[in-house]
């Protein structure tokens, strides 16, 4: 079971970028699959999720209405969209599957994860 998260990079604010979470060994449909992220000296922070079923979708207030989660089942991949980047969103991306906290109350927790994928934005 791994889990490869991609699409990292330095961009400007106001600027975007795509972050992919490839799955091997398991298929990413069955599980609840969320996006954190980690700046220096903070804490962990659930930026998106999305469920396994419905394909419902979550964001932290942070992060609402610039960023976007979604599922290509065909590539066994989900993706995060992030526009309107702004420099306090530069942080380690990680993604995670089976996450037990997936909802508008929070996005917590995660089974399985992949190595981080680092963002910056600077000007």
């Known amino acids: 079971v791994q889990l490869q998260a991609s699409g990292g990079g330095l961009v400007q604010p106001g600027g975007s970028l795509r972050l992919s979470c490839a799955a091997s060994?398991?298929?990413?449909?069955?599980?609840?699959i969320g996006w954190f992220r980690q700046a220096p000296g903070k804490e962990r922070e659930g930026v998106s999720c999305?469920?396994?079923?419905?394909?419902?979708?979550y964001y932290s207030e942070s992060v609402k209405g610039r960023f976007t989660i979604s599922r290509d089942n065909a590539k066994n991949t989900v993706y995060l969209q992030m526009n309107s980047l702004k420099p306090e969103d530069t942080a380690v991306y990680y993604c995670?599957?089976?996450?037990?906290?997936?909802?508008?109350?929070?996005?917590?927790?995660?089974?399985?994860w992949g190595q981080g994928t680092q963002v910056t934005v600077s000007s």
């Open positions: 060994g398991f298929t990413l449909d069955y599980y609840v």
């Open positions: 995670a599957a089976d996450v037990p906290n997936c909802s508008g109350y929070g996005i917590e927790g995660g089974n399985y």
């Open positions: 999305i469920t396994n079923m419905a394909g419902s979708t």
